[in-house]
């Protein structure tokens, strides 16, 4: 069944289609960065004689990484790549570089500081424990170069290293699991409202006079009737006051409310496009913009209704009573527009979101601090021409 699907005319588009629903390009990160630790790794073992705590350490970075292959792989997971598939990999593949780099000796770990602290800083706040180490680490490090002194780290400052650099991963993990939550609220939102107005226009259609998006203006002059009858799809004049309730129900038609709402969602796919100026764009692979612009179509066809409906309430003063079918399709549009005084807020948190997740930047070592302003409890670097002097 499955290989006569698999030979089926638009298979392969359809499989290419899943892929990319799923979270195909956090995937590709995974698999890369698997890919190159998996050479370091092998390189590691080559490099020469290794004792049995490192060659365990090694085998568990293999296993964390073939962990973390599987756990992307949409063979075994045929249904959609979700987050927590990332997640999995992502956790696997941080503590397989994190056994790799306990493997590591102090003057091999060294040449990694630049790039370790570029990680800490980047994703730890200023008052975080781990990054203040490595700062100071760094400051150490970067003063004994320059004074033309060799230096090597301890055992004690490779392992806090370590911890203060997985420390990092784990928040930029957050960092990226947070976006992606945001995204599935925001859309599983925007399909509810797509099925709440879906339903909306099948009911009215069915029963079109059990809410009658009616409005019953006074007749012009020289009318014979009380009222008139004004519907999005129909309009009658001159009707007694004592048939006005039958009368609106004949002529309130079943496409009212389906008007309505492609005038509100279209006004609204307008706004969408206009706010497409605020939005700065982003190198990361979430969708946010995208899942915020949709957002804002169901939403703009349910303010036209609910706001036509307020409107036939008499809850705005003066507007209780639209003279004609123009003036009723004409506040849909201005209604539907309006959506943007609720999904502002949306599109706000939707920024801030998208601003936390950090992409990879470059940058340099702190200045060196004063002697006389450093603590003593910060930690220093050895020196192997003699100790440290000790803090002032």
């Given at each position: 069944m499955s290989q006569g699907i698999d030979r089926a005319p638009g298979a392969g588009r359809l499989?290419?289609?899943?892929?990319?629903?799923g979270s195909w390009v956090l995937c590709e990160e995974v698999r890369a960065d698997v890919h190159e630790l998996g050479a370091l790794l092998a390189a590691r073992r080559d490099h020469g004689e290794m004792s049995a705590r490192d060659a365990q350490l090694l085998h568990g970075a293999e296993e964390a990484l073939d962990r973390a292959e599987n756990a992307v792989d949409e063979v075994a997971h045929r249904r959609c790549l979700s987050?927590?598939?990332?997640?999995?990999?992502?956790?696997?593949?941080?503590?397989?570089?994190?056994?790799?780099?306990?493997?590591?000796s102090p003057a091999e770990l060294q040449s990694y500081l630049p790039a370790m602290f570029a990680t800490v800083k980047q994703h730890l706040p200023p008052s975080d424990e781990n990054r203040v180490f490595v700062e100071h680490v760094a400051r150490?490090?970067?003063?004994?170069?320059?004074?033309?002194?060799?230096?090597?780290?301890?055992?004690?400052?490779?392992?806090?290293?370590?911890?203060?650099?997985?420390?990092?991963?784990?928040?930029?993990l957050r960092e990226k699991l947070r976006a992606e939550s945001f995204v599935r609220i925001v859309q599983w939102i925007t399909v509810s409202l797509c099925g709440l107005v879906v339903l909306i226009g099948a009911l009215t259609a069915f029963w079109p006079?059990?809410?009658?998006?009616?409005?019953?203006?006074?007749?012009?002059?020289?009318?014979?009737?009380?009222?008139?009858?004004?519907?999005?799809?129909?309009?009658?004049?001159?009707?007694?006051a004592g048939e006005l309730t039958a009368r609106?129900?004949?002529?309130?038609?079943?496409?009212?409310?389906?008007?309505?709402?492609?005038?509100?969602?279209?006004?609204?796919?307008?706004?969408?496009?206009s706010a497409l100026r605020k939005i700065r764009g982003t190198s990361t692979a979430f969708g946010i913009p995208v899942a915020l612009a949709a957002l804002k179509l169901p939403?703009?066809?349910?303010?036209?209704?609910?706001?036509?409906?307020?409107?036939?309430?008499?809850?705005?003063?003066?507007?209780?009573?639209?003279?004609?079918?123009?003036?009723?399709?004409?506040?849909?549009?201005?209604?539907?527009?309006?959506?943007?005084?609720?999904?502002?807020?949306?599109?706000?948190?939707?920024?801030?979101?998208?601003?936390?997740?950090?992409?990879?930047?470059?940058?340099?070592l702190p200045p060196p601090e004063p002697a006389a302003r450093r603590g003593t409890a910060a930690p220093t670097a050895t020196s192997t021409d003699g100790p440290a002097p000790p803090p002032q």
């Open positions: 499989r290419e289609w899943r892929r990319e629903r987050g927590s598939h990332v997640t999995t990999a992502q956790l696997h593949l941080n503590s397989g570089r994190s056994l790799w780099m306990r493997t590591l150490d490090t970067r003063e004994a170069q320059e004074a033309g002194r060799p230096l090597r780290l301890t055992d004690g400052q490779r392992v806090t290293l370590v911890a203060a650099v997985d420390a990092a991963r784990q928040a930029a006079s059990a809410v009658p998006l009616c409005f019953t203006p006074s007749p012009s002059p020289g009318a014979r009737g009380d009222f008139g009858v004004v519907c999005p799809t129909n309009a009658a004049a001159s009707v007694p609106t129900r004949e002529v309130a038609g079943w496409g009212d409310y389906i008007v309505v709402e492609f005038v509100g969602l279209v006004a609204a796919g307008i706004a969408a496009a939403t703009g066809a349910l303010t036209a209704v609910l706001g036509l409906l307020l409107m036939r309430g008499a809850f705005i003063p003066g507007l209780s009573a639209l003279d004609s079918t123009a003036q009723i399709i004409a506040w849909a549009v201005v209604l539907g527009y309006s959506q943007e005084l609720f999904t502002k807020f949306v599109d706000r948190q939707g920024q801030v979101v998208l601003d936390s997740v950090r992409d990879p930047v470059h940058t340099s």
